[in-house]
């Protein structure tokens, strides 16, 4: 059993960062693949980062791609998800979430990361509300 607490969210403008975390415990071995998702009234839930930790492939949405980052602090027990220039497409639900493995693909010559879906995750927080205000 994975235990998973998110915390982080507010309200913010275009333009602002904000830094989320997800507090991890118990279930070792469905922790070898970790993501953050996002969802809003209007869509599904939807990848926006995730990883093999520690610092294994890591899998960005393009949406995202250059402007979030998503990292581990063991020390801490925690996920982090760094977003910088958000905007307001950013809103949404963000959820953490923890699987057994990821799904790998060799890629000229290098392991990448699958595109994750919701399906491949165990165990899921709660959610903390993101807000971006154009």
């Known amino acids: 059993q994975v235990q998973l607490v998110e915390s982080g969210g507010g309200s913010v403008q275009a333009g602002g960062t904000l830094k989320l975390s997800c507090e991890y415990s118990g279930g070792t071995s469905f922790r070898n693949c970790m993501g953050w998702f996002r969802q809003t009234p209007r869509k599904e839930r939807e990848v926006v980062a995730a990883f093999k930790p520690p610092g294994g492939p890591t899998y960005y949405a393009d949406s995202v791609r250059g402007r979030t980052t998503i990292s581990q602090d063991k020390a801490k027990n925690t996920i982090y998800l760094q977003m910088n220039n958000l905007g307001p497409e950013d809103t949404g639900m963000y959820y953490c979430?923890?699987?057994?493995?990821?799904?790998?693909?060799?890629?000229?010559?290098?392991?990448?990361?699958?595109?994750?879906?919701?399906?491949?995750?165990?165990?899921w927080g709660q959610g903390t509300q993101v807000s971006v205000a154009s």
């Open positions: 979430a923890a699987a057994r493995q990821c799904r790998f693909t060799m890629r000229t010559g290098t392991l990448q990361l699958d595109h994750p879906v919701p399906d491949d995750f165990n165990y």
